[in-house]
């Protein structure tokens, strides 16, 4: 028994990963606002419906309306996707916790489960903003809102579920069932725009892709945007080891006593 | 203003107030997270360094009571 615990490698606080993570908090921050300038001051402006004539304006000319809102989309499209990689962490120590039992598999998973909640709500305030203002709506039943609805709806319940059973061991069993049932919606709410083809909700390639100006600013937000999650992980799994040992400290002092 | 620039700049003050919140609120979304990290492990550092007083203090306690029980034997070892 002994030689199996000691066979599993188990994450711990003070790893390698903290040692980088202020730094990559720094580059997060850094990129993050860098791809923000970007996507103001360098990308190319996106147009939308045609005009009553035609102007000349910075050496091209423009017959379309111009669609500022479209913005919007270097920092959604991020987020949702650095949503997805926390959801598949979640997932991956969920696993890990079903084979092995270790509750520390648990904390991971439910550290990144509160990372990928987080990217979920600005993914959801972006779309928001956007619906609203070329749709004329807050809410409308499309398929990619309605898919990426019930994962944020299955990512609440995961806390909400976690809660409410008082044993650790089931409660950490029922939220791991409950993390690898969010991911299985990921690839769901992915390629739901691409399977129905009623659907309004913007495809990139439906669209006629991305110029080389823009996809630049979308990497440069994407990648500070995984910097700023990941660091965010560390520094949130480092206080749930720090409460974790109070609680333990808390229990030997009581039985002490 | 010539009204095809009217025309073709039309949507940008209507969806600043858009653009500008979407920004603001990831912003703020993340601050919020950070500082809720950073309350959390202020707090638990406060209640370490108050356990580990605690703990220091009853092990004091029972090494001194360890020590007078056993010159207490001792004592008795003489006497008798």
């Not at chain 1, 996507?39 to 111009?66: C, H, K, N, R, T």
């Not at chain 1, 769901?188 to 309004?200: E, G």
């Not at chain 1, 913007?202 to 440069?220: H, S, Y």
Request: with cysteine.
């Amino acid at each position: 028994m002994k030689e199996k615990a000691r066979e599993v490698k188990l994450p711990e606080s003070g790893q390698w990963p903290d040692r980088i993570a202020p730094v990559v908090l720094g580059a997060g921050i850094v990129l993050s606002t860098l791809g923000f300038l970007l996507a103001f001051l360098w990308v190319g402006p996106v147009y939308g419906a045609s005009v009553d004539g035609v102007e000349l304006i910075g050496g091209s000319m423009v017959s379309q309306m111009l669609l500022i809102s479209q913005k919007i989309f270097y920092f959604h499209m991020p987020v949702a996707i650095v949503s997805f990689i926390a959801l598949a962490f979640a997932a991956y120590y969920a696993i890990r916790f079903l084979m092995t039992k270790e509750q520390r598999f648990d904390s991971c998973s439910q550290v990144a489960m509160e990372v990928a909640l987080l990217f979920v709500i600005c993914t959801m305030i972006t779309g928001e903003m956007w619906t609203r203002f070329e749709w004329g709506v807050w809410w409308t039943w499309e398929p990619r809102l309605t898919t990426y609805l019930i994962l944020m709806l299955i990512v609440i319940a995961y806390f909400i579920l976690r809660n409410a059973v008082d044993e650790p061991e089931r409660s950490a069993t029922y939220s791991a069932v409950i993390s690898i049932i969010a991911l299985i919606d990921v690839p769901i709410c992915f390629m739901v725009t691409r399977l129905i083809p009623s659907s309004i909700h913007p495809v990139v390639l439906r669209e006629g892709g991305m110029t080389a100006d823009m996809g630049i600013c979308l990497a440069v937000c994407l990648l500070g945007l995984l910097c700023v999650g990941f660091a965010l992980y560390r520094a949130r799994f480092n206080q749930l080891r720090l409460s974790q040992r109070v609680e333990a400290m808390k229990q030997t002092l009581e039985e002490q006593q | 203003m010539n009204p095809i620039l009217e025309q073709i700049y039309s949507t940008v003050i209507p969806s600043a107030p858009y653009v500008i919140a979407a920004y603001a609120l990831i912003w703020v979304a993340l601050l919020v997270y950070l500082l809720f990290i950073m309350r959390g492990t202020k707090k638990a550092q406060a209640q370490m360094t108050l356990l580990e007083e605690e703990l220091a203090a009853q092990e004091a306690k029972r090494s001194a009571e360890a020590s007078l029980s056993t010159s207490a034997a001792l004592g008795e070892d003489k006497v008798s």
